[in-house]
């Protein structure tokens, strides 16, 4: 099976835009999470997607947003951006079946950079 | 909410040692307990869980041990080789309903040949 994936890889944005990351899940996973990860912060919890629905969220302002289609692929957003958004972001898929406590199969990431 | 503290950050071994990291956590509903290993430049994979029914677990030279009591959970790399460098990630979280990780710092293992 194809691993997860995610579009892009790279990313440079300015102060105040806004930006669109995407994530493939394994063929047959339903649930998709997303992660911030930084140097300082470590690997965050951002939110997770079950059957097009956010059914857990961390704690990071509503500047992020995410989406889920009926394939399971997942969008995540982040609208006016500031310079502490700046990070890699993570997906990760699992069956979704358990509502946690199942392997999580990450990507490998977007780097944003915010100017 | 839960709080995971991951020590030491910084672990620096000789090829054939054993490694220890340990990691504490704050809620005593969190049942299940992931650690993740992360290469440079690499995606997170995880390499053993443990559930909190179970106080010991091994996969080769991996093990992990869980102390429910004292809300600690520690991995254990036996014979390091230099292919264990990476930054190693431990993770708390209730499964069922409200699954929301909480992860460690971080640990950096260098296994020096």
């Known amino acids: 099976k194809a691993g997860v994936t995610q579009t892009p890889r790279y990313l440079i944005k300015t102060r105040g835009q806004q930006v669109t990351l995407s994530c493939s899940p394994i063929?047959?996973?339903?649930?998709v999470s997303w992660y911030q990860q930084t140097p300082g912060q470590g690997l965050q919890f951002l939110f997770e997607?079950?059957?097009?629905?956010?059914?857990n969220k961390g704690n990071f302002p509503g500047r992020f947003s995410g989406r889920q289609f009926s394939n399971s692929r997942s969008e995540m957003n982040v609208s006016t951006l500031e310079l502490g958004d700046s990070a890699l972001y993570l997906c990760?898929?699992?069956?979704?079946?358990?509502?946690?406590?199942?392997?999580?199969?990450f990507g490998p990431g977007t780097r944003l950079l915010v100017l | 909410g839960e709080n995971v503290e991951q020590h030491p950050s910084t672990l620096s071994v000789q090829e054939g040692d054993s490694a220890v990291i340990k990691c504490t956590y704050s809620d005593s509903a969190s049942n299940y307990f992931p650690w993740y290993k992360q290469e440079l430049g690499k995606r997170p994979q995880l390499i053993i869980d443990i559930r909190s029914n179970v106080g010991e677990k091994k996969d080769q030279r991996i093990a992990v041990t869980l102390n429910k009591t004292a809300k600690h959970f520690s991995l254990h790399i036996t014979e390091t080789q230099p292919e264990d460098s990476a930054v190693y990630f431990c993770a708390a979280s209730i499964t069922g309903g409200s699954y929301i990780p909480t992860f460690g710092r971080g640990t950096s293992l260098i296994v020096h040949p």
């Open positions: 990760a898929s699992s069956l979704g079946h358990g509502g946690g406590g199942e392997t999580q199969y």
């Open positions: 997607y079950f059957s097009e629905t956010q059914r």
């Open positions: 063929s047959g996973h339903r649930s």
